[in-house]
């Protein structure tokens, strides 16, 4: 799950999940070089599932009046407490990144969380309607909702996901990511990601292009 989402979707519990599971890059972490990596787990706030958590968990408990304390929890089941014999080990990496997307979401708040799903949201509908009147190029695939990444049919435009992308790259493009191998149902089909950072002009230079590919 695409955290950044959360601000204008319906959380994931609230459709029956139990668990989910996703990357913290959306939240404020570059991606240079690569970027900084981290991933995050909710479930529901029950022992059975918040038992089997790996590394460490931090709880909060008022201390005193108008303040708040934080503390390790349930530190027994971690593997500073089981040293060989717990089931992970961890490093300092992914919590420095989870520090960093917690101040991201703090100086965004709930407005500013809304306002960037919404964001994304047009940009991402915006693209697919500028691309699905390509001729040969079907866009959008599904009709259910989507929100930042979405499915470019290119069967019947007579060329392949890898010339369409070498293509791109001379423009200096990184096309959709071919989807032929892991989902060959689809055949010549790519898959589109837009984000924040894509501006409308952005979204426009890829539309040309992939015109002058055809």
Same mark, same amino acid.
């Given at each position: 799950m695409n955290?950044?989402?959360?601000?204008?979707?319906?959380?994931? &519990?609230?459709? #029956?999940?139990?668990?989910?599971? #996703?990357?913290?890059?959306?939240?404020? &972490?570059? %991606?240079?070089? /690569?970027?900084?990596?981290? #991933?995050?787990? *909710?479930?529901?706030?029950?022992?059975?599932?918040?038992?089997?958590?790996?590394?460490?968990?931090? /709880?909060? *408990?008022?201390?005193?009046?108008?303040?708040?304390? !934080? #503390?390790?929890? %349930?530190?027994e089941r971690t593997s500073f407490a089981n040293r060989e014999s717990s089931k992970e080990f961890v490093g300092t990496a992914a919590a420095l990144w989870g520090i960093?997307?917690?101040?991201?979401?703090?100086? %965004? /708040?709930?407005?500013?969380?809304?306002?960037?799903?919404?964001?994304?949201?047009?940009?991402?509908?915006?693209?697919?309607?500028?691309?699905?009147? &390509?001729?040969?190029v079907k866009a959008p695939v599904f009709q259910s909702a989507n929100y930042s990444e979405f499915v470019v049919d290119f069967n019947n435009s007579g060329k392949t996901i890898k010339e369409i992308n070498k293509a791109f790259l001379k423009k200096g493009i990184f096309g959709g990511k071919d989807l032929s191998k892991d989902f060959p149902q689809f055949a010549q089909s790519a898959l589109y990601c837009v984000t924040e950072i894509h501006t409308k002009e952005d979204?426009?230079?890829?539309? !040309?292009?992939?015109?002058?590919v055809f």
């Amino acid at each position: 799950m695409n955290p950044s989402s959360l601000g204008v979707l319906t959380p994931p &519990i609230n459709y #029956g999940a139990d668990i989910v599971c #996703g990357d913290l890059q959306p939240l404020g &972490i570059h %991606m240079n070089y /690569g970027g900084g990596v981290a #991933g995050f787990i *909710a479930t529901r706030d029950e022992k059975e599932f918040v038992s089997e958590y790996p590394s460490r968990l931090f /709880g909060i *408990a008022p201390t005193e009046n108008g303040e708040w304390g !934080f #503390g390790d929890v %349930m530190w027994e089941r971690t593997s500073f407490a089981n040293r060989e014999s717990s089931k992970e080990f961890v490093g300092t990496a992914a919590a420095l990144w989870g520090i960093a997307a917690g101040v991201y979401l703090a100086v %965004m /708040g709930p407005e500013g969380m809304q306002e960037l799903g919404k964001g994304i949201i047009q940009r991402s509908l915006y693209a697919q309607k500028e691309i699905g009147k &390509i001729k040969g190029v079907k866009a959008p695939v599904f009709q259910s909702a989507n929100y930042s990444e979405f499915v470019v049919d290119f069967n019947n435009s007579g060329k392949t996901i890898k010339e369409i992308n070498k293509a791109f790259l001379k423009k200096g493009i990184f096309g959709g990511k071919d989807l032929s191998k892991d989902f060959p149902q689809f055949a010549q089909s790519a898959l589109y990601c837009v984000t924040e950072i894509h501006t409308k002009e952005d979204i426009d230079k890829l539309v !040309f292009a992939l015109k002058e590919v055809f």
